[in-house]
């Protein structure tokens, strides 16, 4: 914490000097003599760090940097402290200098959190590397972690409170999401919009809009994961919306960053009881409610910095999406620069409708200040797919042991095609894989035929299908246009049991694991 790992550069260490030196010089009680021995050897204090980071290679590393100054400057910055190595992950500790990094007041204390939460990622790792057989380490350190859990809430009435808001399995609809590709999202990342947004100490609303198969939920699911909850000191919380029952309710969104908050922050539960108590259950589904705490709870000093992100707002439901597009533009209106309160920005992410842009509009006079237009920004997103190509390339080559002239051919073939977007990408791959799995004569095969758009891949899937299962594909097509709303695997096997029995009284006994196989995926 706090320490000059990167000492390759001479330089940089005597800069460092020089810092360090100037505190002394304040009166904090920098230990002189060390600073004359950091003087005289910087090149073997340089020498030692250089053997560190080789030897470090093969460990899982957090390196955690100083975010304030001491006297007048930051001494070890972070390009001083993280060790740019593969398998670190950096993280600032908000509100320190390099005379308190190490210090925690309380357990509540903004600095405390993120160094506890990177420990006990390295533990649970630790253990699971170790042993991951039922009854082993791995159970042992969950149950302590139960405990602790259901420690913090002493009462029950606190803990069923909280227990209310786990409506969804938040975590599992981020995780079906591939992860980001390194050099890919620079377009978000470098873009004016999104660096105000980031940069802005008070609270603060962005909108993302990009086209379809762009890479908009990858990008959640990395600002989730890598880039907001790592880098920074935020508190980051999500909810990925699909259209489907299960994703589509504005209700289950509100819950579901609630139950974040109250997870990471079990003080501010105190927010939600009265109305828990006064409805119970019921207040799963009263999203206004729901709405009054988020933003209470969130706006408490202990509740410190939080980041919301929403992702596919388009794929909201209509009524509940016109609800929460008004609930953001208030917060907009009404954006808080009290320095007491808690923080708090949301982040959206949608496809470029035109209904989204008139809902904003309509309620906000500078809604243009709050937009990333991703939509403009197609040529970047491309160049990043092909980053995407060589990367899925070489993994595809790999598993399916190809030769290097196939390789070569079939990334040259996609690097070619002009309507490139990550949906298209993963349905060629996909195809591919396919196509060369079932082949005894892969050097042979004819990579001519690759899906020119994302329209012909569906066509190559579904006359994949059809050659095998032709009836059942059509009649399986058929359902699925007629259904008021998409249908789970089940439903459809009771669907497809009565459209295809021949008899008056139908069978309803296609089984969901039969129907899986032969379905075209």
Avoid at 66 to 93: C, F, H, M, Y
Avoid at 103 to 111: A, L, R, T
């Amino acid at each position: 914490m706090g320490v000059p790992h990167y000492g390759a550069d001479l330089a940089r260490w005597a800069s460092l000097v020089a810092n360090i030196l100037q505190v002394s010089q304040l009166g904090w009680g920098t230990n002189t003599k060390f600073v004359e021995a950091l003087k005289r050897n910087s090149p073997t204090f340089a020498d030692i760090s250089r053997q560190f980071v080789e030897r470090a290679k093969p460990l899982t590393i957090r390196t955690f940097f100083e975010t304030e100054r001491w006297g007048n400057q930051v001494i070890v910055d972070k390009a001083s402290a993280v060790l740019n190595l593969p398998n670190e992950i950096a993280t600032g500790v908000p509100q320190a200098n390099h005379s308190t990094i190490c210090k925690f007041e309380q357990v509540d204390s903004q600095k405390y959190y993120p160094v506890w939460h990177a420990v006990k990622k390295l533990c649970q790792k630790a253990l699971s590397d170790k042993c991951t057989h039922e009854g082993g380490p791995l159970k042992e350190i969950d149950e302590i972690l139960d405990r602790r859990q259901k420690e913090r809430y002493k009462n029950t009435k606190a803990h069923d409170c909280h227990r209310a808001f786990k409506t969804s399995d938040y975590e599992s609809l981020k995780n079906i999401n591939p992860d980001r590709a390194e050099g890919t999202c620079e377009w978000v990342f470098k873009h004016p919009c999104y660096r105000n947004w980031y940069e802005n100490p008070y609270d603060d609303l962005l909108w993302i809009s990009a086209d379809p198969g762009c890479g908009k939920s990858v990008l959640s699911k990395s600002l989730i994961n890598r880039d907001l909850s790592e880098s920074q000191a935020h508190r980051v919380c999500y909810f990925f919306f699909k259209d489907n029952e299960n994703q589509d309710s504005l209700a289950l969104a509100l819950c579901a960053l609630i139950h974040q908050l109250f997870t990471d922050r079990p003080g501010l539960i105190q927010h939600a009881i009265p109305a828990w108590e006064k409805a119970g259950d019921r207040v799963q589904r009263e999203a206004d409610e729901l709405w009054r705490i988020l933003l209470g709870a969130s706006r408490d000093v202990k509740a410190g910095r939080t980041v919301y992100v929403l992702d596919a707002l388009d794929e909201c439901g209509e009524s509940d999406q016109k609800r929460l597009i008004a609930m953001l533009a208030d917060f907009s209106r009404n954006r808080s620069t009290d320095p007491s309160r808690g923080r708090l920005k949301f982040l959206v992410t949608s496809r470029p409708y035109e209904w989204i842009q008139t809902q904003f509009q309509e309620s906000l006079q500078s809604w243009p200040s709050i937009r990333l237009r991703g939509e403009e920004e197609n040529d970047q997103i491309r160049q990043e797919i092909d980053l995407v190509i060589q990367e899925k390339v070489e993994k595809l080559a790999s598993d399916l042991k190809l030769d290097a002239s196939t390789k070569e051919q079939l990334k040259c073939k996609l690097l070619a095609m002009k309507h490139r977007t990550y949906l298209w990408l993963y349905l060629a791959i996909e195809g591919v894989r396919e196509k060369y799995r079932e082949s005894f004569r892969q050097h042979k095969e004819s990579i001519t035929s690759l899906p020119t758009t994302v329209e012909d891949a569906y066509e190559k899937i579904l006359e994949r299908g059809a050659a095998r299962n032709k009836d059942i594909v059509y009649n399986v097509l058929r359902i699925v246009v007629g259904a008021r709303r998409p249908l789970t695997i089940s439903e459809m096997a009771v669907a497809l049991g009565v459209d295809t029995s021949p008899f008056s009284e139908p069978e309803l006994d296609i089984e969901k694991i039969h129907l899986e196989t032969h379905l075209p995926q």
